[in-house]
């Protein structure tokens, strides 16, 4: 009788467990570096700006001195060969549970080379996926699952979709370009998206993809992040509209002119946890324990989102706590 009360105490509970969605909060100093083999006449760096989103708040801190032109930071520099910028931002994360509803689609842009959607074998393989599918929430976690198939492998480059359905591995990167090639191959419009999961040794940045069925959707298929998707840094959400080069992990685009140099770019984020900054909520589509039944969430029930776990779990423990002593 008595582990059966402890059962049956476990179950009124556990729904509840879904409301415990995990919010961080980090300062974090990103450093971008850039240097050539000789001087150039004059350098622009253009570094994205981030954006709010339904799973982040970010404000930056402290920048030099810069411009704001097509959706980046300008930065501009004379007569040199060695650049450095250090931008302080804070950042709050929400785990953004969602749920798939299509409700409209967008015309699909052909912007990224490495995305290529229009080569024969994606388009078979897209056809091959979806071919039992009835509606675009069933293409695109069909998608999703194939690209699970894939064997991770860092490699420090950046690869084709083609080439990573032919060679079925690839980090990151590969992941993200396979999943929204097949996307864009089946109708779905989507995009690559750059930042870092937030975590003390994020040192590497992380790519992921975003795809349209009437409202932007994160997915991440490399970390598996569908219906629950854990907390991101967002820095880029699909490349910004400057010409140029930019670097390998895309959150800097530069021009210069003068002799074309060799060059090398790098970014790296030093973050650390910090308290909560902002009162603001994430704007939850949906809310699901187990990933299936869905209940809509009001703001009134925002609570769950910003309230202390470790104040959480001591309320849902309590009563456990004083069933299991008054049992004995």
């Not at 349209?212 to 997915?219: A, D, N, P, Q, V």
């Not at 992990?249 to 770019?265: E, H, I, Q």
């Amino acid at each position: 009788m008595r582990y059966f009360l402890i059962f049956l105490l476990f179950l009124l509970l556990f729904p509840l467990q879904g409301a415990l969605i995990k919010n961080n909060a980090y300062e974090c100093d990103l450093t971008l570096l850039w240097n050539s083999d000789r001087k150039v006449e004059s350098l622009e760096i253009y570094v994205p700006v981030p954006e709010d989103t339904d799973s982040q708040m970010i404000e930056i801190v402290s920048m030099p001195e810069c411009r704001i032109e097509n959706g980046a930071f300008k930065f501009i520099f004379e007569d040199t060969d060695s650049v450095r910028i250090d931008i302080n931002f804070r950042v709050q994360t929400y785990t953004q549970v969602q749920e798939i509803v299509c409700h409209g689609r967008k015309e699909i842009e052909d912007i990224y080379d490495l995305v290529d959607y229009k080569n024969p074998e994606i388009i078979a393989k897209a056809n091959e996926i979806t071919k039992d599918c009835e509606n675009d929430q069933e293409k695109v976690k069909k998608i999703f699952n194939f690209v699970q198939d894939l064997n991770y492998e860092y490699n420090g480059e950046e690869n084709s979709a083609s080439w990573t359905l032919k060679n079925m591995k690839g980090d990151c990167t590969e992941f993200s370009f396979l999943f929204i090639a097949l996307c864009k191959a089946s109708g779905i419009e989507a995009r690559p998206v750059w930042g870092w999961l937030p975590r003390e040794d994020s040192k590497v940045s992380h790519s992921w993809a975003e795809f349209y069925l009437g409202e932007w959707y994160s997915i991440d298929p490399t970390e598996k992040n569908f219906h629950v998707f854990e907390p991101h840094i967002t820095f880029n959400r699909g490349f910004i509209e400057a010409k140029g080069s930019r670097s390998m992990d895309a959150f800097a685009y530069y021009t210069f002119r003068g002799d074309p140099p060799t060059t090398y770019m790098k970014t790296e984020l030093k973050l650390k946890e910090i308290p909560h900054w902002t009162e603001k909520k994430a704007n939850y589509l949906k809310f699901s324990c187990d990933g299936s039944a869905y209940t809509e969430v009001s703001e009134s029930s925002a609570f769950f989102r910003v309230f202390p776990s470790s104040l959480c779990f001591l309320i849902f423990a309590l009563p456990f706590l004083f069933t299991c002593a008054v049992i004995k």
